[in-house]
C-alpha cells in the first residue's frame, strides 16, 4: 500500500504479499506430496489445476472484471469439449477413408475409429501437434459463438436475472449432448484422437507440460488484457453501467465482448480436457464441476484477481485430489456415522464457500484498487505535473 | 449564436406523474445555461431525457441540427454531449486518475490491440497529461492516485465534473455541481467553466445554489412541475414573480 515509493520496504512489501507466502507454501506442499506419495500423484493435481486455471481464469474475467453473474461457465467448456469431441476426428476419418457421418459417433464404430486416427497422428508429429492447435481453434470458435449466442438474450437483464439465465443455458448442451448420440456418443461417449501418443512413454508428462504453459499463458494474456484501457473499461461497467454508457462506453458490446472472450478460453479448456481424459462423455460435464467449482475457486482466491485465482484453484485441486484419492481408504470409519465419504468432494465445496464469504468476503489475494496504467509512468507523468509527492 | 441544443415538447411521465411536461428549450452555443428549479421540478429527468438514459414518451431532442431522441448515451457522447450525474456515480474499484481517463476514448479499448501495449501507451500519456491538469483545476490532484472510494461527498462531485471535462464534449450538462461544494470552490468551478467556454465548449447547469451561479450564466429556465415557467437573462427570470412564487411562495396577505 503505501511506501511504495521507499525503496528500502520495497523488498519486504514483496514478502509480506499474500500471494507470494500462498505460493510458496503451495510449492511446499507439492513436494512434501511428490516425495511422500510420489510424482503421478503431483502430476494429476498439475494437470486439474492446469485446466481449470483456465475455466476460472475465464470466470473471472465475465465476473470478477466485468461484473456479470456468470452461473453458466459449463456451457462455454461443453461447447469446446464437444466439439472436440466431435469434429477433428470426423474431419481426420474424412480424409482417411473411415467413417465420419452419423456412424462415427456410434459406439460400435468408434472404439475402432478414433484408435486407427490415433495410430495416424503417432506416425507425424507435425501432424498430431496440427492436430491439437487446429482442436483449441476450433474450440475457441465455438466458445465465442456460444459466448455471443448466450449473450444476445440475456445482455440486457442485470445480476440476478442474468445469473438465472446464464445457469439454464448451462445445463443445455449437456442434455442435447446426453441424448442426441451423432454428436458425441450420447450416453456412451466418444473416444478423441490422442495428439500425445506420438510421445507414447512420456505421455502424460507432456500433456502436463503443455497443459501447465497453456494455463500460463492464458493468465499473460488475461494479466495484459486487463491491465489496459480495454480493461479498465471493463471494470467501468463492473462498478457502474449507467456512468460507464455516460462515459461513451457501449455496454452492451463491452459485456458482449467480456463473454465471447471468456468463453471462447473456458471452451479452451474443456478441449484441453477432452484431450488429455482421451474420453468426451455428455453427463460428466456437470454444472457442479465445471460452474460452481470455479466460482469455489475463485472466490478463495480474490473475486477479480487474476493471480489470486491461480493460486485459489492450486489450493483446492489439491484438496479435491487428496480427497478423491483418499476417501474411501482415509476416510472409510465415516460410514459407521451413517456418512458416505463419497460426498467428502462436494461438502469441501460448500465449506469453503461458507468460509470464504463468512470471513475473507474479498479472498485470499483481494484485488487491489491501482492505475491501469504501468505505475512508473503514471507516476513519472506526475511528477512532470508537479504533483508527484503524493500518495503512492 | 446558433442553438447547440434544443427540446421540443419533451415529454416523460412515470405512472400518473408527468415528470417533464411538453418542454421546450433551447441552448446557445458557446453559452453556460441555468436550469433552475425546486425539487421534484424534473431538472434531472430533463438532463436524463436528452442525454439519452431514459426515454421520452413524446417529443425531439435535437443536437448540432441531429435528432437524438431516442439514442442510447454512448452514441451521444460520440456526438460530443455528455453529463454529469447529481449523485455521484464514480467507479469505486478505479483510482481518481482512472475515472478521468475513463471518460475519454483511447485505442487500448479494442479488446484486440488491448494486448499490445506499444498501440495505446502514448495516447495513453497525453491523455494523462490533461487529466491531471483537469484534476488539479477541480482540486483533486492531491487524491490523483488513490481509490476513487475513498473521496469524500464533495470531491466525488469534483471527479464528475472532471470526468465531464475529460470527454472533450461540445456540451456538457452538469447536474448540480457545487452542490456541497464550499462558495470559494464553487466560484472557481464556474469562472473555470467560463474559461472553458472561450474554448467553445457550452454548459447546460442544473443548480440549487442560484446565488453563486446566477451571475456565471448566459441565460436561464425555470422549471416547475415539469414545466418551463420562465426564461431569459437571469436577471429577468430571477425577478419573474413566477419564479418568484414557487421558490418563496404566494404572499398571502396581499
Known sequence: ?392 | MKTLLATEGLTKAFGGLVAVNRVSLEVRENSLTLLIGPNGSGKTTLLNLCTGVLKPDSGRVVFRDQDITGLEPHQIYELGFVRTFQIPMPFIALTVLDNVLGAMRSPGEDPFRAVTKAAWIEREEEHMERALAILEKVGLERHWNMPSASLGAAQLKMLEVARGLASGAKLIALDEPIGGVDPARAGDILTHLTELKKEGITFLVVEHRIDIAAPFADHMYALDRGSIISHGPPDSVLNDPKVIEVYIGRDEAC
Not at chain 1, 481426420?92 to 467413417?99: D, E, H, K, S, V
Open chain 1, 1 to 392: 500500500m503505501n511506501g511504495v515509493d521507499k525503496t528500502g520496504s520495497r523488498m519486504q512489501d514483496v514478502w509480506m504479499k499474500n500471494e507470494v507466502v500462498i505460493g510458496l507454501v503451495m510449492v511446499a506442499v507439492l513436494t512434501v506430496i511428490m516425495l511422500t506419495l510420489g510424482l503421478s500423484l503431483v502430476l494429476t493435481i498439475l494437470i486439474d489445476a492446469a485446466v481449470f486455471t483456465i475455466v476460472t481464469l475465464s470466470l473471472n474475467l465475465e465476473v470478477g472484471h466485468t461484473g456479470i453473474s456468470q452461473f453458466g461457465r459449463v456451457l462455454a467448456v461443453i461447447a469446446g469439449a464437444f466439439v472436440v469431441g466431435a469434429v477433428p476426428g470426423r474431419v481426420l476419418a474424412f480424409l482417411n477413408g473411415l467413417p465420419y457421418g452419423v456412424s462415427y459417433a456410434d459406439d460400435a464404430v468408434n472404439y475402432k475409429v478414433v484408435p486407427a486416427i490415433s495410430d495416424l497422428l503417432a506416425s507425424s508429429l507435425p501432424l498430431s501437434v496440427g492436430f491439437l492447435l487446429f482442436s483449441f481453434l476450433l474450440a475457441a470458435v465455438a466458445g465465442a459463438a456460444v459466448g455471443w449466442l448466450t449473450s444476445r438474450p440475456a445482455i440486457r437483464l442485470k445480476e440476478a436475472y442474468l445469473g438465472i439465465s446464464l445457469l439454464a443455458f448451462g445445463d443445455f448442451f449437456m442434455w442435447v449432448g446426453h441424448n442426441w448420440e451423432p454428436l458425441v456418443g450420447g450416453t456412451t461417449a466418444v473416444f478423441v484422437p490422442d495428439p500425445f501418443r506420438v510421445v507414447w512413454g512420456s505421455r502424460f508428462q507432456v500433456v502436463v507440460i503443455v497443459a501447465v504453459i497453456m494455463a500460463f499463458l492464458v493468465y499473460l494474456y488475461l494479466e495484459k488484457l486487463t491491465r489496459s484501457p480495454f480493461g479498465r473499461t471493463l471494470h467501468m461497467v463492473r462498478d457502474c453501467d449507467v456512468a460507464a454508457a455516460v462515459c461513451g462506453k457501449d455496454i452492451v458490446r463491452i459485456r458482449t465482448q467480456s463473454l465471447m472472450i471468456g468463453s471462447a478460453l473456458a471452451a479452451v479448456g474443456g478441449a484441453l480436457y477432452v484431450i488429455y481424459a482421451g474420453t468426451c462423455t455428455a453427463i460428466g460435464f456437470t454444472r457442479l464441476t465445471w460452474t460452481f467449482w470455479p466460482w469455489a475457486y475463485m472466490m478463495l482466491g480474490g473475486i477479480g484477481s487474476n493471480r489470486g485465482v491461480v493460486l485459489g484453484v492450486l489450493m483446492l485441486t489439491v484438496a479435491r485430489t487428496l480427497i478423491i484419492t483418499y476417501r474411501s481408504t482415509l476416510f472409510g470409519f465415516l460410514l459407521t456415522w451413517g456418512i458416505d465419504p463419497m460426498w467428502l468432494e462436494y461438502t469441501l465445496m460448500g465449506l469453503v464457500i461458507m468460509l470464504v464469504v463468512l470471513f475473507m468476503p474479498h479472498g485470499l489475494v483481494p484485488a487491489k484498487v491501482e492505475s491501469i496504467l504501468p505505475a512508473g509512468r503514471v507516476r513519472k507523468a506526475a511528477q512532470e505535473q508537479g504533483f508527484g509527492a503524493t500518495v503512492g
